[in-house]
């Protein structure tokens, strides 16, 4: 088998860190994977894998457009290679928001490609007051009162669900089983 291509964008390493996590979980399964971040990942063959994910967090409503371009880029690759998409933001720490038809985000997101993800996958993200500029803190505040999360500027909260980033991984796995199977 030759494994799995997850490439990502991160803005402070959350969706990194939920990457490396998939990663162990892929590794003790024996399932090799490769992890590329989004600027690197312009000479990639997604056909020389047997399944692809690509995401990133959710910044100001919108997703890293270069994942939107590396779709299309590829497109043609992923009518054979599987690719499953993954979304990390703060709104998908409510249920109903974990769903395409629920957010908002991930449904602009996909409308706006040519090919369409055998899964997708949403995950909650970071809420990280301290860290945030002035100007981000603020905007993340305002979000968070009209949605009734936490505004304390104090608050830390990882609303990362990681047993669900676990059944993703295997998901993954799956994936990638049945298309080497298939060639
Ligand atoms: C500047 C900024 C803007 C954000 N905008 C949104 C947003 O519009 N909607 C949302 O649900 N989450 C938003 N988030 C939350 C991020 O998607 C979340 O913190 C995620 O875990 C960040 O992952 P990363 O470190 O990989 O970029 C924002 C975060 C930051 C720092």
Redesign the pocket.
Known sequence: MTGILIVYA???????QICERMRQRLEADDVSMRLVPIDQAKDLDPSAFDAVAVG??????KHDPRLGRFIEDEADHFRQTPLAFFS?????RKAEKRSIEGNV?VRKFLDNLSVEPAHVEIIA????YPS?GFF?RI??QL?MKFTEGPTDRNTVIDYTDYEQVDRFADRLRDMARESADDR
């Open positions: 991160s803005r402070d390493g959350h969706t990194r990133g967090s959710v910044v100001y409503g990390v933001n703060l709104i998908a985000y993200g970071h809420l990280d945030y981000d905007m993340i979000t």
